[in-house]
């Protein structure tokens, strides 16, 4: 596998300003979980990489759920007796609570407060609401803009339409060596918001661009998707390709200057858990790991009880607990290249670590065997001190007896990952090792 | 189950009161493992529950042991040479060690000495002893009046008779849906000591009335026992309903000021060890949790590894960590009606939750389901935090798979059991889930 | 078992004189992994204990390795111009690179000083090198030595031969009521080295003699034998044995004032894993245990993957912690005889437990057995609390239901091992507790 040797050669401050180009061009759009913001958004996405585009139509069941009408939205607008556009839509597509139903009449301000929705706490942020789910209306402006607003009899219009139609999504599929995949997921419903989750979205697209010009073991999906009822239709649909998802990995909210946080998967110790725990461990900065709870992004479907997949969610400051979540203040300046390339780089080494945390065994597990005739031990004995990679060779043989994969290996000496992987591959090109399973044998089952 | 609402519904202090009074009732009789006092006593139970009271006649072989001779006593006295009763047993049956053998003569001071029993470091205290299996006699007084004590000739008298009879203990058996049985014992054959155990009885007591009047899953069989011969009576007698028992608590010290102490089973993670350390963790009071040990009270007995139930016990200060421990301070003032009532409010709380502690199955497993077309979610989204009943819908729909209790549920959320076990009724309501076993068709197996 | 009193008996202090001087009396002479020095060293070991001496001839294979050639020395020096012998085997023989080749020549000072070995950073001492599986020569002289060397031409002599001869070790077998093993190792191979290893050497002598003179479940077996290449042909030419040793310790670096360290085994919690904690934890002086790593001295070889047996080691400071370490430092100042008296008791505590660890069965198991009436038991009831002796009984009693061995009991309960085997012993002669595995029997098996 090369992904070792890859993340290293990634330069996260180049590919963390591609990822913000990407996020700054996306930002205008008005997305949402279904229609036309949605599709430009993806036809965007496919200009860096080849994903499909799917139509689901409103009505499809998807297990409980129902394919919802599609929304699509022109123009918005509050007009004061002066006419006067006191709440643009065409000024931030937050103005308007996405999926508001097409409304045209004019309405004295008591009446129309009862539709207004700000932030008292930040008076200049307009806050992002939906109502995808209950036929409705509304603006969002910022609680300053509102205690402006003066008695007045106010002309409202929201030209949108909300009629059959479908749900779209994207996906790219990158095959591997072997049927078995890993998913990146991420949700891609939500408007004029950068780190959620424009910065989710750029990291899978830059993981996919990256790991198309990589050999791979796994199988890559990647699912661009509305949160919530794209994942359950997704899962409803692909129900026959469940059982080769091995590991995956929700990305929100990845673009802040805050810590890295992990989120477990529902079963909580599974391979993609000890990987990030084990990367985020040795990555020199601060992070948390976060035990898997049934609420949060996606991961709450693909952790449903019968689906249960091996998904966590990697992401920087959690969702809800910084005050500019789902807010005007979520803009261009709050994502940051360097902190876009610090989670790529993240994303990259677990999956690096997955494709190489093979399962070994020990040729000769009689004592160990002599590495000094074959090169790989210090000459002239009695110093007091073996060096690191010898470690990470004696931990190796020692624990090679086909039960303990790398990673295993790596969790039980503090040894970093890469070092142990090394090791094995040196042992390895010296007959020393062998790989319990075979992974192109496997493929072709 | 209405046991939840319960024990939000009882009074904890005019509980606490009655418990009180009952206990200043039973206390000045002259208690002992054997005799009149005891069933003088459960004769006064009788009043408020109607239990049974069994008599095991003296030389009967219950494992190990033998009943004992039935020990009476009537009076008691030390007569100095003026005939003046310098110890006297009308005063506190504690003043004559338990079990004493008959004595009347007259002997010297240093003769009487070896017969006297005091607290040095408690000068004012009487003692508490016993000699239940070896036959001798002594008195006990406080450290302060066997100073006063000069060279003298005494006259002792003690009127006790020592005999074959009967070994007396009171049996209540409640009737649930099901033949599972839990059991709730307290020592009866203290004399005059308030909190060991009068206040035991006083809670197992309050604890019988009230479950009367309720639906139960379980049934309950309550035991007022002496101490250890007691229990190891019952048991030998009773083997065939051992397999019954799914839980029990013994009752000891619960009336004193000190925190709440929980002393987990022998097996150390049965059931009613998980509730109880739930209730406790959620209580809100300082509180401690005990592992086995196998010294004690009957838990000893019922946690013997040929009988090994899942029994703990409920104390607040544990016996022999307080110094009124087994002295005439353990009085009427050593116990409080709250105390009282928050030990009773803790005991119907832990079995409120195992009554309702069920398994239950998500109907609709894979992805979550539609709450808010169920009126159970939040109409308008985005917001940025979920209410905790939310938290405990979702929790309950995620874990119930089959193999996670409300309780398994309650512990890995972090959410008090009656918050998930609300969630579970809604959901439940709603055809989300269903129970997993039917408890009514099992009472009829 | 009578292993239990013995430890106590030892007088650690004369004990730790007899091996201080053992070690004196061999830290003249140069060992290596092969030869004479070897042999010799057996040779006065057998003054001590019956030893079997072990003869395994160059060229055998033994797993991957192969036994060396045969090394001896008789002399080396480095002469100046004016025939001073500037460096001289004579006055210590870690001046030679152990293995040496033979070398007869004149060199130049900057030629000699490519052969040359120092510890700058501990100038007066002389470093301990070997060239064991590479033919090369060398010496080792302190930094101060060095610096005084002038420009000059200097003959070099080191008088040895390597050639086809023999591997020598050393084994003793102690045979016991069964055919069960209990390993002792310790390496033989360094020169004039005192901690390491000559104090494990005395401590295995001494912990021989002692057992031969004592009854004995298991038998033992000690072995004396180059490090490394000492331990992988053992086990090459002795592999019907291994499923007899049930548990190992290797013994080196026992006499230097640090603190003791056990190392546990592989697996990490096999019985003398679990022995020598609790020893420790129950000596009263300072400790470390230290998990498993695959580094170290010969339990490296038994605790390979395909040996994996139950060996753990013994060391005061571990190697390669100390700056003494494989340097002249290393000498009869640098051991003390009462730290290699507090190993040898901490060594005996350890097989004793081993010993001495049983599981009984509780003929009594339901409820209590009444131990007053076997005079077990405090005769006058009520007092506040029972002494240790009682509790270790109850635990006993509690415990022995087939499943916990003493030693379980002990760690469950917190009370010394000792306690525990006292109160089983008093249980047992009661008739209240069998043994669950009769010895004898297994032993005729």
């Given amino acids: 596998m090369s992904l070792d040797t890859f993340h290293s050669e990634v330069d996260p401050v180049a590919t963390g300003q591609d990822m913000h180009r990407l ?50 939205i022109r123009d918005a607008f ?46 200049d942020w307009i806050p992002y609401r939906t109502t995808y789910y209950k036929e409705s209306w509304g603006f969002c402006l910022s609680h300053r803009q509102m205690e402006g607003l003066t008695e007045d009899e106010y002309e409202i219009s929201i030209d949108s339409t909300l009629k059959d139609g479908h749900l779209t999504y ?61 994942a359950i239709t997704w899962l409803a649909l692909n129900e026959d390709k469940l059982p080769h998802i091995k590991h995956g990995l929700v990305l929100s909210g990845v673009g802040d200057d805050g810590k890295l946080h992990y989120k477990k998967s529902r079963r909580g110790n599974t391979e993609i858990d000890r990987a990030a725990s084990h990367v985020l461990q040795h990555s020199g900065t601060p992070y948390e790991l976060l035990e898997f709870s049934p609420y949060g992004y996606d991961e709450r479907q693909y952790c449903s009880p019968g689906i249960n997949l091996a998904v966590g969610r990697l992401s920087r400051t959690p969702h809800g607990t910084f005050p500019e979540y789902h807010t005007s203040a979520d803009n261009l300046e709050f994502v940051h290249p360097d902190k876009l390339g610090e989670s790529l780089a993240v994303c990259m080494k677990i999956l690096s670590l997955l494709e190489n945390n093979g399962t070994f065994v020990n040729l000769s597990p009689k004592c160990e065997p ?19 990679n010898e470690m990470a060779m004696l931990w190796v043989l020692n624990l090679s007896d086909g039960s303990h994969s790398l990673l295993d290996i790596a969790e039980r000496s503090g040894i970093r990952f890469e070092s142990v992987q090394r090791a094995a591959k040196a042992l390895k090109e010296q007959l020393l090792l062998r790989e319990k399973f075979d992974f192109v044998s496997t493929a072709a089952g």
Same sequence: chains 1, 2, 3.
């Fill in 23 to 72: 996020i700054a061009e996306l930002f205008p759009i008005c997305r949402s979980i279904t229609g036309d913001g949605l599709r430009h958004t993806l036809r965007i996405l496919r200009t860096y990489i080849p994903l499909e585009m799917r139509e689901v139509p409103t009505g499809t069941q998807v297990f409980d759920w129902t394919v919802p009408k599609e929304w699509n």
């Fill in 78 to 123: 509050v007009k004061n007796s002066r006419s006067e556009r006191v709440i643009d839509f065409a000024k931030s597509n937050l103005h308007v609570v996405n999926y508001s139903i097409p409304v045209q009449r004019r309405i004295s301000l008591s009446e129309l407060k009862e539709h207004l929705y700000t932030i008292p706490e930040h008076p």
């Fill in 170 to 230: 994207g996906e790219y599929f990158l095959p591997g060596d072997t049927q078995d995949e890993i998913l990146i997921s991420c949700h891609a419903c939500h408007p004029s918001l950068c780190n959620d989750n424009l910065s989710g979205i750029a990291v899978a697209v830059s993981l996919a661009k990256h790991l198309a010009s990589l050999p791979r073991h796994y199988s890559y999906r990647f699912l661009f998707i509305p949160g919530t009822i794209g």
């Fill in 370 to 388: 002599q590495l000094g005739k074959r090169g790989l031990y210090r000459m002239i004995g009695g110093q007091s001190e073996a060096g690191l």
